[in-house]
């Protein structure tokens, strides 16, 4: 039973370019919920898929977007690169429709930008 | 606004110790609070806490809520190497489906 996994695993693009991560959730999930990891500091939230509907937001501007596809993957999409934007970006898996849910998490995409 | 607030942020102990760590928090609308263990990339779940007072037990570890003091404490008792890692807690809202705020983390080394 395959867990969460996401690809690519390091990244490095120029400030000002556009990068595309992708998710595929574990076995018998429906939701992904993306996070972004700086160094030193939790994740925080990015948002989250469900229904290939984008169901939550965090606090993050309109240049980071996402898409979820009928198998349940989605893809976390980020345009005109920061310095700022250099993270490890996590991506989580769960259940809708439980009511005690647990994400669980891939082992995310270092992204660098220069 | 939601905060999470971990401590201590680092611990170094030595094999055999037993440390504590604690995370507070001030969510609207709680509905859990769970504990995850980093150790190079992908959290690992450890805990999930709904009720206040009710231990949770793993081997080793263990974990409280206190629901009315806004707390958690996970505790790991004789520690390894292995436990080196660094534990996030989280904290979930029924308003904010699968919404979770996390804590900075708390980064524990284990010394031979």
């Avoid at chain 1, 993050?60 to 934007?85: C, I, K, M, T």
């Avoid at chain 2, 606004?1 to 102990?13: C, G």
């Avoid at chain 2, 974990?63 to 660094?86: H, M, P, R, Y």
Wanted: net charge neutral; glycine share 8%; charged share 20%.
């Amino acid at each position: 039973d395959a867990g969460v996994t996401q690809s690519p695993t390091h990244l490095i693009k120029t400030r000002g370019q556009q990068v595309t991560l992708r998710c595929s959730p574990k076995s018998g999930h429906d939701t992904v919920s993306w996070y972004q990891q700086a160094l030193g500091q939790g994740p925080q939230f990015i948002f989250q898929y469900y229904e290939e509907e984008e169901r939550q937001r965090g606090n993050f501007p309109d240049r980071f977007s996402g898409h979820q596809f009928p198998n349940y993957s989605s893809e976390l999409n980020v345009n005109a690169l920061l310095l700022g934007d250099s993270a490890l970006y996590l991506c989580a898996s769960s259940r809708w429709d439980l009511s005690k849910n647990i994400q669980y998490f891939g082992a995310g995409t270092r992204l660098s930008v220069l | 606004e939601d905060k999470v607030v971990q401590s201590p942020l680092s611990l170094v102990v030595h094999e055999g110790d037993t440390v504590t760590l604690n995370c507070s928090y001030e969510v609207t609308n709680f509905r859990s609070l769970l504990w995850y263990k980093q150790e190079k990339k992908a959290p690992t779940f450890l805990f999930m806490l709904t009720s206040s007072g009710i231990e949770k037990k793993s081997g080793r570890l263990s974990s409280i809520l206190d629901k009315k003091e806004l707390f958690s404490i996970l505790n790991i008792t004789a520690t390894q190497t292995g436990d080196s890692a660094v534990y996030l807690c989280a904290v979930e809202s029924p308003y904010n489906n699968n919404d979770m705020r996390f804590g900075a983390g708390t980064r524990l080394t284990v010394k031979p």
